[in-house]
C-alpha cells in the first residue's frame, strides 16, 4: 500500500529539501517539522521518498521510518538517519521528546516481547 501510495506521492522539492536539511542537521523529521507527516501512510511513503533522495545524492545516509506508540495509545512517525539515531530505542526518545508525548514504561525490546508473548 505505501508503494501504491509512494508512486502518487506529490510534494514539492521545497518539501523534500526541507527534509533532507533537518535530516542532515538534526538526524531526523517529525509532524512538527513536516505536518504532512501526521497522516501516518503519507509519513511511510515519505520516508521511501527522503530514502531515494538520499541514495540518489549518493549520500552516506542510512534513511528509516518508525510508527511508535505513546501512553494514551498515541501513534507518531519518524524518519530518521541511522547514522545520527543510533537505534530505534534512541528514535522512540527523540520523537517522544520532539512531541512531547510520554513513553511506555520499560525499554522498546521489553515492550515488544510483552506484547508478542
Known amino acids: 500500500?505505501?508503494?501504491?501510495?509512494?508512486?502518487?506521492?506529490?510534494?514539492?522539492?521545497?518539501?523534500?529539501?526541507?527534509?533532507?536539511?533537518?535530516?542532515?542537521?538534526?538526524?531526523?523529521?517529525?509532524r512538527n517539522d513536516i505536518p504532512e507527516m501526521k497522516d501516518l501512510l503519507w509519513a511511510d511513503a515519505f520516508g521511501k521518498k527522503m530514502d531515494e533522495y538520499f541514495l540518489a545524492k549518493q549520500a552516506d545516509r542510512f534513511i528509516y521510518y518508525e510508527n511508535f506508540d505513546y501512553v494514551?495509545?498515541?501513534?507518531?512517525?519518524?524518519?530518521?538517519?541511522?547514522?545520527?539515531v543510533k537505534t530505534r530505542d534512541d528514535a522512540l526518545h527523540v520523537l517522544g521528546k520532539a512531541l512531547g508525548l510520554r513513553i511506555?514504561?520499560?525499554?522498546?525490546?521489553?515492550?515488544?516481547?510483552?506484547?508478542?508473548?
Open 1 to 30: 500500500m505505501a508503494q501504491r501510495l509512494l508512486s502518487r506521492l506529490t510534494t514539492s522539492d521545497e518539501v523534500v529539501e526541507k527534509a533532507a536539511d533537518l535530516i542532515a542537521k538534526q538526524g531526523y523529521v517529525t
Open 104 to 117: 511506555v514504561d520499560g525499554s522498546l525490546d521489553e515492550i515488544e516481547k510483552n506484547i508478542t508473548n
Open 72 to 84: 494514551g495509545g498515541e501513534i507518531d512517525a519518524i524518519i530518521f538517519d541511522m547514522n545520527q
